[in-house]
Protein backbone atom coordinates (compact mmCIF):
# COMPACT_ATOMS: atom_id res chain seq x y z
CA UNK A 1 0.00 0.00 0.00
CA UNK A 2 1.35 3.30 -1.47
CA UNK A 3 2.15 5.77 2.27
CA UNK A 4 1.28 9.47 1.86
CA UNK A 5 3.91 11.84 2.45
CA UNK A 6 2.91 14.52 5.19
CA UNK A 7 3.01 17.43 2.64
CA UNK A 8 0.81 15.12 0.24
CA UNK A 9 -1.58 14.69 3.15
CA UNK A 10 -1.62 18.51 4.27
CA UNK A 11 -2.19 19.07 0.44
CA UNK A 12 -5.49 16.26 0.78
CA UNK A 13 -6.49 18.33 3.88
CA UNK A 14 -7.01 21.28 1.86
CA UNK A 15 -8.28 20.26 -1.20
CA UNK A 16 -11.53 18.63 0.99
CA UNK A 17 -11.71 21.81 2.87
CA UNK A 18 -11.82 23.71 -0.54
CA UNK A 19 -14.75 21.40 -1.55
CA UNK A 20 -16.37 21.38 1.65
CA UNK A 21 -16.32 25.46 1.65
CA UNK A 22 -17.64 25.47 -1.82
CA UNK A 23 -20.51 22.68 -1.22
CA UNK A 24 -21.52 24.46 1.78
CA UNK A 25 -22.13 27.78 -0.27
CA UNK A 26 -23.85 25.74 -2.76
CA UNK A 27 -25.86 24.86 -0.61
CA UNK A 28 -27.13 27.54 1.36
CA UNK A 29 -26.92 30.39 -1.72
CA UNK A 30 -30.10 30.83 -2.87
CA UNK A 31 -31.67 31.32 0.41
CA UNK A 32 -28.21 33.59 1.33
CA UNK A 33 -29.28 35.81 -1.25
CA UNK A 34 -32.99 35.47 -0.91
CA UNK A 35 -34.25 39.61 -0.05
CA UNK A 36 -36.42 38.06 2.85
CA UNK A 37 -33.10 36.93 3.99
CA UNK A 38 -31.13 39.55 3.62
CA UNK A 39 -33.32 41.39 6.17
CA UNK A 40 -31.91 40.03 8.95
CA UNK A 41 -28.60 41.70 8.46
CA UNK A 42 -30.99 44.82 9.73
CA UNK A 43 -31.35 43.07 13.08
CA UNK A 44 -28.73 43.13 15.64
CA UNK A 45 -28.79 39.67 17.77
CA UNK A 46 -25.66 38.37 19.64
CA UNK A 47 -22.85 41.04 20.54
CA UNK A 48 -21.96 42.85 17.64
CA UNK A 49 -23.36 40.24 15.43
CA UNK A 50 -26.41 40.56 12.88
CA UNK A 51 -29.27 37.97 12.77
CA UNK A 52 -27.86 37.00 9.18
CA UNK A 53 -24.07 36.82 10.56
CA UNK A 54 -25.44 34.39 13.36
CA UNK A 55 -27.84 31.94 11.24
CA UNK A 56 -24.55 32.01 8.75
CA UNK A 57 -22.33 30.60 11.48
CA UNK A 58 -24.13 28.00 12.82
CA UNK A 59 -25.32 27.15 9.39
CA UNK A 60 -21.66 26.32 8.45
CA UNK A 61 -20.99 24.34 11.91
CA UNK A 62 -24.03 22.62 11.12
CA UNK A 63 -22.88 21.85 7.77
CA UNK A 64 -19.18 20.76 8.93
CA UNK A 65 -20.28 18.78 11.60
CA UNK A 66 -22.89 16.91 9.94
CA UNK A 67 -20.69 16.08 6.91
CA UNK A 68 -18.34 14.79 9.13
CA UNK A 69 -20.61 12.55 10.74
CA UNK A 70 -22.00 11.58 7.61
CA UNK A 71 -25.60 13.06 8.17
CA UNK A 72 -27.65 15.16 5.99
CA UNK A 73 -25.33 18.15 5.66
CA UNK A 74 -27.18 20.22 3.01
CA UNK A 75 -30.33 20.07 5.10
CA UNK A 76 -28.29 20.93 7.77
CA UNK A 77 -27.06 24.09 6.38
CA UNK A 78 -30.27 25.37 4.64
CA UNK A 79 -32.30 24.80 8.46
CA UNK A 80 -29.02 26.71 10.40
CA UNK A 81 -29.02 29.78 7.45
CA UNK A 82 -33.18 29.71 8.72
CA UNK A 83 -33.51 28.86 11.95
CA UNK A 84 -33.61 32.68 13.50
CA UNK A 85 -35.97 33.96 10.47
CA UNK A 86 -38.17 36.21 12.55
CA UNK A 87 -37.31 39.62 11.19
CA UNK A 88 -37.21 41.64 14.27
CA UNK A 89 -34.82 42.92 16.83
CA UNK A 90 -35.45 41.23 19.79
CA UNK A 91 -33.95 43.74 21.73
CA UNK A 92 -36.57 46.19 21.68
CA UNK A 93 -39.45 43.16 20.92
CA UNK A 94 -40.76 43.30 24.41
CA UNK A 95 -40.97 47.14 24.90
CA UNK A 96 -43.23 47.18 21.00
CA UNK A 97 -44.82 44.01 21.55
CA UNK A 98 -45.66 43.40 25.07
CA UNK A 99 -44.49 39.66 23.76
CA UNK A 100 -42.04 38.58 27.10
CA UNK A 101 -41.67 35.56 25.41
CA UNK A 102 -39.11 35.92 22.51
CA UNK A 103 -36.86 32.93 23.42
CA UNK A 104 -40.27 30.62 23.70
CA UNK A 105 -42.17 32.01 20.28
CA UNK A 106 -39.59 32.90 17.42
CA UNK A 107 -38.56 29.19 16.44
CA UNK A 108 -42.76 28.89 15.21
CA UNK A 109 -42.56 32.53 13.84
CA UNK A 110 -39.19 31.76 12.00
CA UNK A 111 -40.92 28.30 10.68
CA UNK A 112 -43.86 30.19 9.60
CA UNK A 113 -41.84 32.82 7.80
CA UNK A 114 -39.38 30.26 6.51
CA UNK A 115 -42.21 27.50 4.70
CA UNK A 116 -43.36 31.02 3.43
CA UNK A 117 -40.82 31.66 0.81
CA UNK A 118 -39.15 27.98 0.67
CA UNK A 119 -40.04 24.40 0.31
CA UNK A 120 -38.24 22.71 3.63
CA UNK A 121 -38.47 18.59 4.35
CA UNK A 122 -38.56 17.45 7.63
CA UNK A 123 -35.18 17.87 8.77
CA UNK A 124 -34.98 21.75 8.02
CA UNK A 125 -38.53 21.78 9.74
CA UNK A 126 -37.33 20.46 12.80
CA UNK A 127 -34.16 22.39 13.14
CA UNK A 128 -35.85 25.09 12.76
CA UNK A 129 -39.08 24.70 15.03
CA UNK A 130 -37.02 23.09 17.72
CA UNK A 131 -33.39 24.59 17.61
CA UNK A 132 -33.99 26.32 21.24
CA UNK A 133 -34.48 23.10 23.26
CA UNK A 134 -33.80 22.62 26.00
CA UNK A 135 -35.31 26.33 26.71
CA UNK A 136 -38.49 24.55 24.99
CA UNK A 137 -38.53 21.35 26.83
CA UNK A 138 -41.22 19.61 25.12
CA UNK A 139 -40.04 20.19 21.83
CA UNK A 140 -36.98 17.57 21.64
CA UNK A 141 -35.43 17.85 18.52
CA UNK A 142 -36.63 14.29 16.37
CA UNK A 143 -33.50 14.53 13.90
CA UNK A 144 -29.84 14.58 14.78
CA UNK A 145 -29.28 17.45 13.04
CA UNK A 146 -32.12 19.00 14.89
CA UNK A 147 -30.13 17.95 17.85
CA UNK A 148 -26.78 19.46 16.52
CA UNK A 149 -27.62 22.42 16.06
CA UNK A 150 -29.58 23.14 19.50
CA UNK A 151 -25.49 23.05 19.99
CA UNK A 152 -24.36 24.87 17.44
CA UNK A 153 -26.59 27.54 17.80
CA UNK A 154 -25.75 27.94 21.53
CA UNK A 155 -21.74 27.70 20.80
CA UNK A 156 -22.11 30.67 18.46
CA UNK A 157 -24.61 32.45 20.15
CA UNK A 158 -21.87 32.25 23.37
CA UNK A 159 -19.17 33.41 20.88
CA UNK A 160 -20.57 36.40 19.33
CA UNK A 161 -21.41 37.32 22.77
CA UNK A 162 -18.30 37.15 24.15
CA UNK A 163 -16.53 38.74 21.15
CA UNK A 164 -18.57 41.64 21.86
CA UNK A 165 -17.28 41.88 25.29
CA UNK A 166 -13.85 41.27 24.07
CA UNK A 167 -14.46 44.32 21.46
CA UNK A 168 -15.35 46.79 24.49
CA UNK A 169 -12.09 46.29 26.79
CA UNK A 170 -9.86 46.51 23.72
CA UNK A 171 -9.31 43.36 23.14
CA UNK A 172 -11.27 41.84 20.55
CA UNK A 173 -10.93 41.44 16.77
FE1 LIG B 1 -33.21 31.16 17.98
FE1 LIG C 1 -29.93 31.14 16.90
Known amino acids: MEMLNTTEIAREICRLRDEWKLDFWESIKDIAKHPVVLRMKLYPHHGNSSCYDHCIHVAYYNYQLCRFLGLDAR ?38 NARKFFDLNHIEEDIIYRHMWPVTPFRIPHTMEGFITTCTDKYCGACETSRRKGRKKGRGI
Not at 83 to 93: C, E, G, K, P, R
Open 75 to 112: SAARGGMLHDLFLYDWHTHTKRTGDHFHGLTHPRTALK
